[in-house]
Structure formats: structure tokens, C-alpha cells
């Protein structure tokens, strides 16, 4: 009894698992869903729990209607996910112990076939790819019960938790007195950035398939059901990634129109089938990509950073301390293709060991190009050891301290932005933004497919902005979001230039347009200083600007900045109260797990 009992509750989990693992695409469109039956011989509550797990946070990631909807919760975490955590998580620790893991794997393989909410592809899939990196953790995890569900599913965390707090260390330097950027003298030389970022090339790409399935990725097979569009010939705003004639039309077009120098590159190439990909097949997808890029942009040079779905399973990236897996596949390949792309060659030995390096770009300008997957919490390893993986922190402080002793100023760019990492990285790399305020004049992200920026306030007088950090837009149109990328103007290069930001300009492809008269239709969205009415883009010019649509929350320049922040597929009059609250929110937030970082927005309506 003890054992069907056990079963029965490993079902549930493993449900948990696979969503969180695996469905990050999905729209909150979900009525089809809602009619099916579940087919299976589990209980009412049981049914009931199944149905709001299908239904919950990684399903609809990407779906602006569910960042509404988290918004007006403002929670993100399912009450359901966690009580099963907490309860399954022992019983399946208990089974390790016992060396009855094969149970665990078959229950997952029999809920597969059962389960009528999951496409059981998908759900077998992600049980492959995905179910030994989980055992293991499970088994060498030093967490209790509690902080794993805590880390893991965003769940409440218990009162005491020092084993994921740590602390970096800085040298034994004073802190120079802050210096905030001043506005360069009239006709100074500007250089100009390219900013691209989450192509993610769906190779299998079918126009007129289903565009409503589902799997976590459409458009690829199926005919649409009956009043249904099929898959756009260029896109759909829908449950796809981009074909790899749109995204050759995309980059063409940057490489003829756009008077640039140099290009970042913030990762994300695969597409979003995460539940079947092998290594050969993300590395066909590197290599593919970026033989394009080197033809279209032949004498640009790239500064790339690595994604979370380079690898394969997608997020899992080990550290050294994990034996049973390794990364070298991934970061040899990097290595290659991103020298070819442009990097100098010694950059090699830093990209093959963890996927991130430095490099001057200018004299005066240093690029440092961070693996933010070691921060991420769909990084399951992390669970068995988060403590500054690889001492990736550590070094970025060497050598900001390094060019805070030659009079560099530094770039920073990589793929999540910081607020999306672990709570002890993502509070660590604000210390050191803090500490070296004069010397970071950039930071450059993506993975959020959407249009952003953060602010990084000083941790004594948290109303002083210190630094500021753009998330840039996605190629993908993964989900409801057209197509775009940007261009920074940036003070330089000369003696003394601040490398600072002085304008960005963001370009669309309005894939209505385009999928309805069949050629690509591309449109200058806005340009930061002139749509937000700003003197500067530096951090208190941002600051002016958070200030202002707190006054008017509800105000036209707040539904502007949802706007663009859907890439113009929605406007602003679909963003209510609580919506713009939870967006303004975001943009102030550039810490994970921060109670108080919206304390001073107007609170929500009653």
C-alpha cells in the first residue's frame, strides 16, 4: 500500500518536473486544453492538481497575457507545485537511497502514456533527456527538502538558509567617489553597436501547419484545426520560432541599412523543441546560424554570449564538480565559431573552459562577455553546488579591478539578465556593479525575447541609480511578438569618451504586414530619447524617466513602454493597472528574489 501510495505521488511531480524543464513557449491561450478529459486512474484531487500544473508558469512563459496575469497575482510561484514538492520530494530521495530510482523512471514513462493533457512525445521526451540529471540531483543535493523546492519552483523559502548565501570577495581597495557620466561635447565621434539576440531558427519550419498544437513548439507539422490559420509563410505570432528564411531577411536587411561597428550577440540560436534535442542537433544549429552570420556580416566582428538553449538537454549546464556529465562539447565548439566570428584567439583557453572571456574592443573600451547559465535556476546542477560556479565572479571582479587601474571602462554583456539568476549570484553581482559603478559603462542581455531595461540602485541610498542594463528584443517571434533588433549610439571612441550609451534605436519586421503582402515590411519602432522625452540615457536620465511613470501609472508614456516592450504587437490599452505596476516593477528590479524592490510604486487597486 505504502508503495502504491508512493507511486501515485511521484506522478505528480514528475508532472512538475517535466513542465518546468520543458514548456517555456506557451501561450495562456489554453481552451482547448481545458475540454480534454484525463484518462487515468488517479483520484479527483489528484485530476485537479494535474489540471493546474498543466496550466501553470512555464506553459505560458513567454505569453504576455500570463505576465499580466502574474502581474495581477503578484506571485509566481503555484501553491499546488510547491505542496507536491515538499511531499514528493523526501519519497523520492527515499527511493534513491534504496536503489529503486528505476521506479521513478518507470512511473514517469507509464504517466506519459496515461496523461491526456501532455503530448506524449513531449512528455516522453523531456522524461529522457532530462530524468538522471534529476536523480542526481536528488541524490548529491546537500538541500533539505524545502530549499530544493525553494530554488527550484520559486517556492517560499525556509526562515534560515545559508547554504545558497555566499558571499564574493573584492580586493582591499578604496571605492573611488562616483562619477556619473556627463554628456559628451557636441559632434563628439559615436560608435555604433548592433544588438542581436534569441534567433532561435526553427529548421523544421512549415507554413500553413498548426500553429495552435500541442507541443510547446508549432508550426512545424499538422493541418490547422477547423477555423484556424495555418502557419504564417514568415512567422506566427503564435507557439513558433522564426523559419530560416526570415531570419536571413532580418539580418540582410540590418547588413544593408544600418551603419554599425561592431555586433552583440546575446545567445539563444536553437529552437524551442527542447524535449528532442541532441548535441549534434545544437550544434548543427550554431554552426549553421553562424556560417550565416559570416557571410551576411563579413567583416563585423561578433561578441557573443552563450544561451540556455546552446546545450542539450536545454539549461542544464554542469559544472566541474558534476563527473557523470560535461560541457567541453559545447564551449570547444563555441571556441571555433566565435573566433571565427571575430574574437582573437586569446579568448580560446577562458570559452573552453566556461563559456565566457574578455577582450578589449577599443583602446579604453573592454568587453566582458559572462555565462549567465551559471546563475539560472533551470539550471538543475546548480542545486548541488551554486556557490560562484567556476569562480565566474570572482574573475569578473579581477578584471574590473584591472580596468579600474588602467582607466578601461567596461562592457558587460550576456544572456539572462541578472534579476532572472539565483538569489546569492544575482545579490553578489550587485555588490560588484555597486563597487565598480565608475568602470561598468554597458550591460547588454537577452533571453527575454521582450523590449526592457533594469535599474541597479546604490545599496545605501537606494534612490541613487548607479548602473542600468538593457534587455535586448528577440529575432523570434516566440510568443506574440514581432520580430526585431537595435542599435546603440555610444559616446566614443576618442580620449576620454565614457563608452556610455547616448541613444538606442530599436527595428521591427510587422509580421502582419509581411505575412500579408508576402515581402518583408520593416519599421524604426522608436528611438529611446526622443519616444521617453530624455535628455541622456545614463542612469539618472532613467531614473527621471521610472520616476515619471510612477506620477502617472496609468498615464500614455507607461501604455508607450508596454508598447515597446511587446515589440508594438500590443498596445498599451491592453496593459491594465496591474499590469503596468508589474512591468514598472520589472524595470526597477535587478535583483532576484528582492522583497522590497516595488515598494515605492503606488500599490495595487482594490
Known amino acids: 500500500m505504502i508503495m502504491v501510495f508512493t507511486f501515485l505521488r511521484v506522478h505528480i511531480l514528475v508532472l512538475a518536473i517535466i513542465y518546468f524543464v520543458t514548456i517555456d513557449t506557451r501561450s495562456i491561450h489554453h481552451e482547448n486544453s481545458a475540454k480534454r478529459s484525463v484518462d487515468s486512474p488517479f483520484a479527483d484531487n489528484d485530476q485537479k492538481l494535474f489540471v493546474t500544473l498543466a496550466n501553470y508558469r512555464h506553459r505560458f512563459e513567454r505569453s504576455l497575457n500570463f505576465k499580466k496575469f502574474r502581474w495581477t497575482l503578484n506571485n509566481l510561484n503555484s501553491t499546488a507545485i510547491c505542496e507536491a514538492c515538499d511531499l514528493l520530494v523526501p519519497e523520492m530521495r527515499l527511493l534513491i537511497r534504496i536503489n529503486r530510482s ?28 532530462y530524468k538522471n540529471a534529476v536523480i542526481e540531483v536528488l541524490a548529491l543535493s546537500p538541500l533539505t527538502n ?69 507541443q510547446p513548439l508549432c508550426c512545424r507539422q499538422g493541418q490547422p484545426a477547423p477555423g484556424h490559420t495555418g502557419a504564417g509563410f514568415w512567422g506566427d505570432y503564435r507557439n513558433c520560432d522564426i523559419p530560416l528564411w526570415t531570419a536571413e531577411a532580418i539580418l540582410k536587411y540590418a547588413a544593408e541599412l544600418e551603419n554599425f561597428d561592431f555586433i552583440y550577440y546575446t545567445g539563444d540560436i536553437p529552437a524551442h523543441n527542447v524535449w528532442n534535442q541532441s548535441r549534434s542537433d545544437q550544434l548543427y544549429a550554431i554552426n549553421t546560424i553562424n556560417r550565416l552570420l559570416a557571410s551576411i556580416f563579413p567583416n563585423k566582428t561578433f561578441y557573443s554570449a552563450v544561451g540556455n538553449h546552446e546545450t542539450a538537454p536545454c539549461n542544464l549546464y554542469p559544472t566541474p564538480n558534476i563527473k557523470t556529465d560535461n560541457i567541453s562539447w559545447l564551449y570547444e565548439a563555441l571556441a ?10 586569446d579568448t580560446r583557453a577562458s570559452i573552453e573552459r566556461g563559456g565566457f572571456y574578455t577582450t578589449l574592443i577599443r583602446p579604453g573600451l573592454r568587453l566582458i562577455s559572462l555565462n549567465m547559465n551559471y546563475c539560472s535556476r533551470e539550471n538543475f546542477w546548480l542545486l548541488i553546488n551554486a556557490t560562484d560556479p567556476l569562480g565566474q565572479l570572482q574573475w569578473l571582479i579581477q578584471w574590473l579591478q584591472y580596468a579600474e587601474d588602467h582607466d578601461e571602462k567596461v562592457h558587460i554583456i550576456g544572456h539572462h539578465p541578472p534579476r532572472s539568476c539565483l538569489a546569492a549570484f544575482s545579490w553578489n553581482f550587485n555588490k560588484i556593479v555597486n563597487r565598480y559603478e565608475n568602470t561598468i559603462a554597458g550591460q547588454f542581455y537577452g533571453h527575454t525575447h521582450v523590449d526592457e531595461f533594469l535599474m541597479f540602485y546604490d545599496e545605501i541610498d537606494q534612490k541613487r541609480p548607479v548602473s542600468m542594463a538593457y534587455a535586448g528584443p528577440s529575432l523570434t517571434t516566440s510568443s506574440y511578438l514581432n520580430p526585431g533588433y537595435r542599435i546603440y549610439s555610444i559616446d566614443g571612441d576618442y580620449s576620454g569618451s565614457s563608452f556610455w550609451t547616448l541613444d538606442h534605436r530599436t527595428v521591427i519586421m510587422n509580421l502582419t504586414a509581411t505575412n500579408l503582402y508576402n515581402k518583408t515590411i520593416f519599421i524604426d519602432e522608436y528611438d529611446a530619447r526622443d519616444a521617453f522625452e530624455m535628455q541622456n540615457l545614463f542612469p539618472n536620465d532613467w531614473n527621471d524617466l521610472i520616476q515619471r511613470l510612477k506620477n502617472d501609472l496609468d498615464g500614455p508614456l507607461m501604455g508607450l513602454a508596454y508598447q515597446f516592450y511587446t515589440k508594438s504587437y500590443a498596445s498599451g490599452n491592453q496593459c491594465d493597472h496591474h499590469c503596468r505596476r508589474g512591468l514598472l516593477c520589472d524595470f526597477i528590479t535587478a535583483r532576484g528574489n528582492d522583497p522590497h524592490a516595488c515598494d515605492s510604486i503606488p500599490p495595487f487597486l482594490s
Open 102 to 129: 528505476d521506479l521513478i523512471d518507470n512511473v514517469a514513462i507509464q504517466f506519459c502514456k496515461l496523461y491526456k493533457l501532455l503530448d506524449q512525445n513531449v512528455c516522453l521526451g523531456a522524461v529522457n533527456e
Open 146 to 214: 524545502k530549499e530544493l523546492c525553494s530554488l527550484a519552483f520559486e517556492c517560499p523559502a525556509p526562515p534560515y538558509f545559508p547554504i545558497v548565501n555566499w558571499n564574493v570577495t573584492f580586493p582591499n581597495t578604496t571605492k573611488p567617489t562616483p562619477q556619473p557620466p556627463k554628456p559628451p561635447t557636441p559632434g563628439s565621434p559615436k560608435i555604433n553597436v548592433l544588438h542581436l539576440s534569441d534567433t532561435h531558427v526553427d529548421f523544421a519550419y512549415k507554413p500553413g501547419s498548426q500553429a495552435d498544437c500541442a
Open 336 to 345: 571555433d565559431s566565435w573566433i571565427k566570428l571575430g574574437l582573437p584567439e
